[in-house]
């Protein structure tokens, strides 16, 4: 019988939830069990494809083109699955789907209400993900902190699932903050306290009770945990500060968590197995070079609207034995001042993510520009790809005024323009081109080398694209356009042959870069920094 976890967080929101639910699920996979995931949301909107990235951080899109919270990433990061946009359950999405019914008919007769009906449809939601995915173990980690308003209709729900399901089926942890005062180097836990109380008032008494702390939690304050918490000493554990993120799952697992929870549900489990989670740590936090790179972003005042992007170059790192530093500039500076944009000579790479609108085109541009004349590695992605093509079409092939409709719908040359399809789209949410999407590369190009197969599949979030009208006089110049899709009226990469390193996705190769396997484009771009710092040949990938 499928077992449940649902973990909630105390005192402060980002308290690292999602890592810790990740760190869960390692531990018991390590142990021959199958875990999935969900993300419990409570915010009201449908899905987290229209909110800007300061708001919430990156939109993290499964192969099914679900928009979802980017904790999805980390758990598909640390387990090395493919979830689905039924693995995020937001407040919106549920109150849609049962006003929905109630306009159906589905409820005649009957008054609609927060119980039993909106946690009905919650429970039905999480039930399904346990049926689809045929997995042991599901867990299910609730947003936001608990006292939230917003939150309490799943804080019921998972309270009600004990009933259903049993205790020896259901399991909750939670995670709350324990902080150190300067002044007297104490460590107070007196916050969590409150927070147990505050969940205990729901309804809902914690089996397991996770410390997050800046380090280890001594045992006087394990002690008090314990005994204000209501469990047993060997049920609280710490998450401290560490170098990586991916080292969370092994401190817990040495203090005993894993071990704590099989035999909570009286799991017969093989002994755990991290080598090659280790393997990959140990490269992380040992690593023989270093390369620097400069990230131009919309959004470089949030590192966490890059986080995928951020954990796929870090994976490439740790591949070529090598630590990345990121640098993040808001692309307006070099609008602010252009002559900033030589600065980039210190910098090992020039990286250009995603973005919409027109705020801070230019400075993106001015940096590809500077890449390129001098031969700096880059990698764009999505925008960047956009932009890339943009920023050639006016200096090389003497476009002027070249631009994208999304920024400027009157350029007298659209070299990227509205996807056909999206034309009469009115909705914003959930009609962007998304998900999973084949990807044919041509021969003897970089982006085959890298992927070194003809078919590939990678997931997508744009509305525009190259267009077609300028593809003439684009490849006459010099450009590459290596990938497209299937019916070949996408471009999907784009290269410059003989450049150290110039290549650019309309994809998010990102999505699915993992721990020792990262996404090819991204280790692309890093071998090649790295060739290049170290005044070695271009990479052949071959």
């Known amino acids: 019988m499928v077992k449940y976890i649902f973990v909630t967080g105390g005192v402060l929101s980002s308290v690292g939830k999602g890592i810790l639910t990740s760190s869960i699920g390692k531990m018991l996979q390590t142990r021959g069990l199958k875990p999935s995931v969900i993300k419990i949301d409570p915010y009201v909107n449908v899905d987290a494809g229209t909110m800007n990235p300061y708001m919430h951080g990156e939109v993290f899109v499964t192969d099914d083109g679900g928009e979802t919270d980017l904790d999805l990433g980390w758990y598909e990061r640390f387990l090395d699955l493919s979830l689905k946009q039924e693995n995020n359950i937001t407040t919106g999405l549920v109150y849609k789907t049962v006003i929905e019914k109630e306009r159906r008919g589905n409820f005649l007769g009957r008054c609609v209400q927060i119980v039993p009906h909106i946690t009905n449809e919650i429970k039905n939601r999480i039930k399904t993900v346990a049926k689809r995915t045929n997995a042991d173990i599901i867990l299910t980690e609730v947003g936001g902190t608990v006292g939230d308003i917003e939150g309490l209709p799943f804080l019921e729900a998972i309270r009600q699932m004990r009933l259903k399901e049993g205790f020896k089926n259901t399991l909750y942890v939670h995670v709350a903050l324990v902080p150190i005062l300067d002044v007297t180097n104490e460590m107070k836990t007196k916050p969590l306290q409150h927070s147990v109380n505050e969940l205990r008032r729901i309804g809902i008494q914690p089996d397991i009770i996770i410390a997050r702390s800046p380090k280890m939690i001594n045992a006087e304050a394990l002690r008090k945990i314990a005994l204000f918490g209501t469990i047993p000493e060997h049920a609280v554990f710490c998450s401290y500060n560490v170098k990586s993120v991916y080292q969370v799952p092994l401190i817990l697992d040495k203090q005993g968590m894993g071990d704590f929870i099989c035999q909570r549900f009286g799991f017969k489990c093989t002994a755990q197995n991290f080598n090659e989670w280790q393997q990959f740590v140990n490269a992380v936090l040992n690593p023989e070079e270093e390369v620097r790179i400069s990230l ?61 609108g027109s705020r801070g085109t230019e400075g993106k541009m001015a940096a590809i520009e500077f890449a390129r004349k001098n031969d700096i590695p880059f990698l764009g992605i999505c925008f960047g790809f956009q932009l890339a093509v943009i920023e050639f079409a006016r200096n090389v092939c003497g476009l002027k005024n070249a631009n994208s409709i999304e920024v400027d719908p009157n350029s007298p040359h659209p070299v990227i323009a509205l996807m056909p399809e999206q034309r009469g789209v009115k909705y914003k949410g959930a009609t962007m081109r998304l998900g999973s999407h084949k990807v044919i590369l041509e021969p003897s190009t970089i982006a085959y080398s890298l992927y070194k197969r003809k078919e590939i599949y990678e997931r997508h979030r744009h509305r525009f694209e190259v267009n077609l009208d300028y593809l003439k006089v684009l490849k006459e110049n010099g450009l590459c356009f290596s990938g497209k899709s299937i019916d070949g009226r996408r471009m999907e990469t784009l290269e410059l042959p003989d450049s150290f390193f110039f290549f650019a996705s309309q994809f998010h190769g990102e999505f699915k870069s993992r721990p020792g396997m990262p996404s090819p484009e991204y280790f692309g771009f890093i071998s090649a920094c790295l060739n290049k710092k170290l005044g070695k040949p271009k990479p052949v990938f071959s």
């Open 296 to 356: 131009i972003g919309k959004y470089a005042g949030l590192t966490d609207s890059y986080v995928s992007m951020n954990e796929a170059l870090r994976h490439s790192g740790a591949a070529c034995k090598t630590r990345v530093c990121i640098t993040y500039l808001e692309a307006e500076k070099f609008e602010q001042d252009p002559q900033c944009v030589k600065d980039l000579e210190n910098f090992d790479g020039v990286f250009v993510p995603y973005g919409f």
